[in-house]
């Protein structure tokens, strides 16, 4: 019976009590809610559901209009997404990625400029070296040679050979098609990057 079981777990002691600083303020929250409404719990949890449902059949057709603005690419992916009910949640909960659903319509940035979502802070490191030090020729060598070993141990392994054999494969293929120039032997390498 879970309003027994209910009922018996608000008499015992909060087993999260000397750790509570630690959990995250959600499930803090979350664990609130359950102990302070007890048996309510699935009642409360029903009429959420139910206004959830009513949001979701009202804004149906913008899901449908902003559906029609997806490329391609990414319909498949994103055909069982709710867009319009997404972007409601977002506002309503003061969510703070504000790019979330133009990025889940039009696909996530992830090579270039990645804009800032709202959530994460850029990290600001302070550089180890000055431009000098990481442009001399002496440091381009040490990396090129550091890059030169990991690749030459990686191809000398199993999953390392596989892979290798899988990228020159594509490498040759895609030449073939005109998509890509290559591939370069080490000294071509150095006459093209000077390293």
Not at 148 to 173: C, N, P, Q
Request: proline letters at 6%.
């Amino acid at each position: 019976d879970p309003f027994e079981h209910m009922r018996r777990a608000q008499l015992r002691s909060d087993p999260f009590a000397d750790n509570a600083a630690r959990l995250p303020g959600a499930l803090r929250g979350a664990i609130k809610f359950i102990v302070d409404q007890g048996t309510e719990v699935p009642a409360i949890r029903e009429r959420q559901r139910a206004f959830l449902d009513s949001a979701a059949t009202k804004l149906a057709p913008l899901t449908v209009t902003i559906r029609e603005q997806v490329p391609l690419l990414l319909k498949d992916i994103t055909a069982p997404v709710h867009f319009a009910l997404i972007a409601a949640l977002v506002d309503a909960t003061g969510y703070p990625d504000f790019l979330f659903v133009h990025d889940l319509v039009f696909g996530f940035v992830n090579v270039g400029r990645v804009p800032s979502r709202g959530i994460f802070r850029p990290e600001r490191r302070e550089a180890t070296k000055d431009q000098a030090q990481v442009f001399a020729p002496s440091s381009k060598r040490a990396y090129y040679a550091e890059v030169k070993t990991r690749l030459e141990h990686a191809a000398k392994s199993t999953s390392g050979r596989a892979s290798a054999d899988f990228i020159w494969a594509a490498t040759l293929a895609e030449r073939e098609l005109g998509h890509t120039v290559g591939p370069f032997t080490a000294m071509q390498m150095h006459e093209l990057f000077g390293a």
